[in-house]
């Protein structure tokens, strides 16, 4: 084994760790927040990106460097990463309320694929920063995004009455506290059970209410009412 080859095989085994590496803090994250695309579907995501990315480039130029005036399509980059937005997609679901979920670590796990492709194609500093970048994206900007969701004019609830004749009721007090109903909808995911359930969207008018109150106090507030068996904010 010669020391070209040596450090042609030394570099691909590189960009292929950092891949993976980068990937699973990724996927720790993920973890961390309990989904089920977690730390080994971002590794193997680094895995297969970066190793197609060397895959196409030994084709297009039968070594790591492609040169400056190399030209072509990389086929197999272009298919993982087709099959990566597919996948995003398939791994977002509703659930009961009605709710999508999985869409952050959707896009995470396709940002992955195109990290992955970064490390296999050499561009270290590149991946490096977009990792990185998606970290900052995924920890630090989630207490900003609560924030803003919580002094939102815009309110969308998850209601459980205890019958469905209070929802009247409901409506009459909303209204009195400064609020207004855009949107009414039944949750017959719930029609076995002796609840009345509806995902009620609103539109906080009451200058009082925006200025002085959370959505946190509004919904701790209307989950008094004694026919409200539970009520949160989806």
Same mark, same amino acid.
């Given at each position: 084994?010669? &020391? ?101 670590? &959707? ?128």
């Amino acid at each position: 084994m010669d &020391a070209a080859y040596e450090k042609e095989l030394f570099e691909m085994m590189l960009r292929v760790a950092l891949s993976v590496f980068l990937c699973a803090m990724i996927g720790c994250q993920r973890t961390n927040k309990r989904h089920s695309a977690g730390l080994r579907t971002f590794m193997l995501m680094g895995l297969a990106s970066s190793t197609a990315m060397l895959l196409d480039i030994y084709l297009m130029s039968g070594g790591l460097d492609p040169g400056p005036d190399s030209k072509g399509f990389y086929l197999m980059s272009a298919a993982l990463l087709v099959a990566s937005a597919t996948l995003s997609v398939h791994s977002l679901f509703r659930n009961a309320r009605n709710q999508i979920l999985g869409l952050t670590t &959707a896009v995470a796990l396709w940002t992955c694929c195109i990290i992955g492709m970064a490390c296999g194609a050499g561009r270290f500093a590149l991946a490096v920063f977009a990792a990185l970048s998606l970290l900052f994206c995924l920890t630090a900007m989630n207490g900003l995004e609560n924030f803003l969701k919580n002094r939102s004019m815009h309110v969308e609830l998850h209601l459980e009455l205890t019958e469905s004749r209070y929802l009247n009721s409901f409506i009459t007090t909303v209204r009195r506290l400064g609020m207004s109903i855009d949107d009414i909808e039944l949750n017959r995911s719930y029609r076995e059970s002796k609840l009345s359930v509806y995902t009620i969207s609103l539109t906080i008018e009451s200058e009082e209410l925006k200025k002085n109150k959370t959505h946190r106090e509004i919904i701790e507030a209307l989950s008094s009412l004694e026919y409200v068996s539970h009520i949160e904010e989806m």
